[in-house]
């Protein structure tokens, strides 16, 4: 991949010889232009390499020199910086949706209803099913924001194995009123302490995952809860 940056600070050819050597000092850059005319370095990468981390590098040339990412390449750095950081949710999310979508195809049509009573279904055992790989850590992280847990420490575990129930009751269908008002009672008051969170922007790391994966709180946990709930609010007025 190739990339194109601002590059401040270079005033003579000597300059330039400096900041491609120490861009080339880096792994998985393959070769660097710069130019002191135009105040640009053209970097062509393996894989994609932060801003921050090309900046140290340029700082064994001098303190002057300055890279900064272009409108077009800082879009590109944040797409694929989103994409590597929820990777994991999204491939979960993927793999339930398809999941849910096909057991929900009857007949030639797709019966909605059956698609997210499999959809919960398949939210809930899975995200219990990672707090249980590290249910201590879980129960730490989450008592960092969660309203309850804040209060009350053993609140963590309980929530694990409320997921859990949760998604063994959606799967087998079971008393649908008093499972889609458990889910909501349950999500409503976990996505309180997120929306705390997220608000006073604050930088810590999201449990939903437990801790196998290092995902940041942010409005992508949001959407996460608040989706559960308008799901479990949309099959009961359907009911």
């Known amino acids: 991949m190739i990339h194109t940056y601002q590059l401040t600070g270079m005033t003579c050819n000597s300059c330039e010889s400096k900041v491609k050597s120490s861009l080339l000092s880096l792994p998985d850059i393959n070769s660097v232009?710069?130019?002191k005319d135009t105040n640009t370095a053209t970097i062509t990468m393996e894989k994609h390499i932060?801003?921050?981390?090309?900046?140290?590098?340029?700082?064994?040339?001098?303190?002057?020199?300055?890279?900064i990412a272009t409108q077009q390449s800082e879009v590109e750095e944040q797409t694929k910086s989103w994409l590597a950081t929820y990777k994991p949710l999204l491939l979960i999310f993927a793999f339930i949706s398809f999941i849910a979508l096909v057991?929900?195809?009857?007949?030639?049509?797709?019966?909605?209803?059956?698609?997210?009573?499999?959809?919960?279904?398949?939210?809930?055992?899975?995200?219990?099913?990672?707090?249980?790989?590290?249910?201590?850590?879980f129960a730490e992280s989450y008592a960092m924001y969660d309203i309850i847990a804040k209060r009350f420490k053993d609140w963590g575990y309980i929530y694990a194995f409320l997921e859990l129930i949760l998604g063994i009751a959606f799967l087998l269908d079971f008393n649908p009123i008093i499972t889609n008002w458990s889910a909501i009672i349950i999500m409503s008051?976990?996505?309180?302490?997120?929306?705390?969170?997220?608000?006073?922007?604050?930088?810590?790391?999201?449990?939903?995952?437990?801790?196998?994966?290092k995902l940041p709180m942010s409005s992508v946990t949001i959407f996460e809860d608040g989706l559960m709930i308008v799901m479990s609010v949309t099959m009961l007025l359907i009911m």
């Open 50 to 67: 932060a801003l921050n981390t090309l900046q140290e590098a340029l700082k064994k040339a001098g303190d002057k020199y300055q890279i």
């Open 189 to 213: 008051t976990s996505i309180i302490g997120v929306l705390q969170t997220v608000l006073n922007k604050t930088k810590i790391q999201c449990a939903c995952l437990g801790s196998v994966f």
């Open 103 to 137: 057991s929900a195809q009857m007949n030639h049509q797709i019966y909605w209803m059956h698609f997210m009573r499999i959809f919960m279904a398949g939210f809930f055992l899975t995200f219990s099913f990672f707090k249980f790989l590290d249910l201590k850590g």
């Open 33 to 35: 232009e710069v130019s």
